[in-house]
Each structure stands twice: as C-alpha cells, then as structure tokens.
T-cell receptor, first 114, second 116 residues
Framework: AQKITQTQPGMFVQEKEAVTLDCTYD???????LFWYKQPSSGEMIFLIY??????QNATEGRYSLNFQKARKSANLVISASQLGDSAMYFC???????????FGAGTILRVKS | DAGVIQSPRHEVTEMGQEVTLRCKPI?????LFWYRQTMMRGLELLIY????????DSGMPEDRFSAKMPNASFSTLKIQPSEPRDSAVYFC??????????????FGPGTRLLVL
C-alpha cells in the first residue's frame, strides 16, 4: 500500500525567504510519480510540479523545485523567494505507475509573513 | 484552453434529496477522477474512469453514490438520497494518461455541497 506523509501541519516563512515543505512516501512499486499541489483559500487545487521516480534530475518549475531523495523516499518542495500569494495549503501526492490513483498527504499550511 | 469545468459551484439541499454534480474534463484528456475533500478525511478518491470506463470505484462510500461518464466530455456524480455527512467539497480532475507522460491531474474548481 502506498502512503504519503507530510509531517508539518503548518509553516511560517518571511517574505522573500526560501521554505522547504517536507514529504515522505512509501511504496513497493519501483515506478511512480510524485506531485505537489497548492490549494489557496479560494479552494481550487493547482498542480505545481512533478517528479518521476526514474528522473535523474530534480524537477524545477519557476520558483518551485523538488528535492528528490529516492533512497530516503523523500520529495520535499522548495519554494524560493516566498511571496504573500504563496500562502496556501500544499499537498504532496503519489501515483504508482501500474495504477492511476493519486494518493494525497494531509497537507501543510504555509503562511508567508510580510 | 478551458480547464476542468464543474457545476454547480455551490449546492445546498435537504437530507433525502437527490444531488447531481457535473464535470467536463479538459478536452483530449482520457482519465477522469472524482474526489471528495473534508476536514476530517482530507482528499479521498471516489472513482476514476479511463476512456469513459470506470476502473476503480472502491472509494465510493456506499450505494447512494453513483458516477457515470457517457462520453469523453462529460461525467456526473449522483448522490441519492443525500445525507448531512455527505457535505464536502467534491472535485473532478482529468489527466492524459500515456506512455512517458507525467500525467498530472488537473482539478476543477470543486462543488461545495451542504446537505441540511
């Protein structure tokens, strides 16, 4: 069974600083994908970044990067130069390659302070 | 390009009534997912379709819930009869499943359902 763990219920970060949101996962499938989503207070779920289990390099999308440590089964999201608009709930999710189900972690609430 | 479209955005109904939620996936996507989000249980996958065929409905809470996808551009999630514990935000998402693709799931804005 697959499992996603986000150990930080909430985080504060000062505007313009970088922040790391933790995510660990557990799977016996050698092929899988890891995803991060952002859910602002308005409620929509916004896809941010993807990392495949066989990708050699860490994924990056603008100010978002994924610190993928396969041996440790961690896929932390790094947000550089935080902005007030980054305040939201962030979900880590995983999909095993043989299936099509996306399993989500409990989420981390991020608050950016000015 | 239009994203995933859901209707209605908000629904308030009385216990026992039938509720139908609607979803139009992103054009060209071949997988469609229905999720439910509550404070207590977080995001739960209810059912998903590949090429309009239901693949896994193990997340559907009980027989009161049913989902259909009559064609590639439309899906419904029906609750009959509705109960107060069904109150939640229901998301529809779609993705393009294919060889070598990251197949991220793109979510609609959600339907906020309140059953009184």
């Amino acid at each position: 069974a697959q499992k996603i763990t986000q150990t930080q219920p909430g985080m504060f970060v000062q505007e313009k600083e970088a922040v790391t949101l933790d995510c660990t996962y557990d799977t016996s499938d050698p092929s899988y994908g890891l995803f991060w989503y952002k859910q602002p207070s308005s409620g929509e779920m916004i896809f941010l970044i993807y990392q495949g289990s066989y990708d050699q390099q860490n994924a990056t999308e603008g100010r978002y990067s994924l610190n993928f440590q396969k041996a440790r089964k961690s896929a932390n999201l790094v947000i550089s130069a935080s902005q007030l608009g980054d305040s939201a709930m962030y979900f880590c999710a995983m999909r095993e390659w043989q299936g099509n189900k996306l399993v989500f972690g409990a989420g981390t609430i991020l608050r950016v302070k000015s | 390009d239009a994203g995933v479209i859901q209707s209605p955005r908000h629904e308030v109904t009385e216990m026992g009534q039938e509720v139908t939620l609607r979803c139009k996936p992103i054009s060209g996507h071949n997988s469609l997912f229905w999720y439910r989000q509550t404070m207590m249980r977080g995001l739960e996958l209810l059912i998903y379709f590949n090429n309009n065929v239901p693949i896994d409905d193990s997340g559907m809470p009980e027989d009161r819930f049913s989902a259909k996808m009559p064609n590639a551009s439309f899906s419904t999630l029906k609750i009959q009869p509705s109960e107060p514990r069904d109150s939640a935000v229901y998301f529809c998402a779609s993705s393009l499943r294919g060889q070598g693709l990251p197949d991220a799931q793109y979510f609609g804005p959600g339907t906020r359902l309140l059953v009184l």
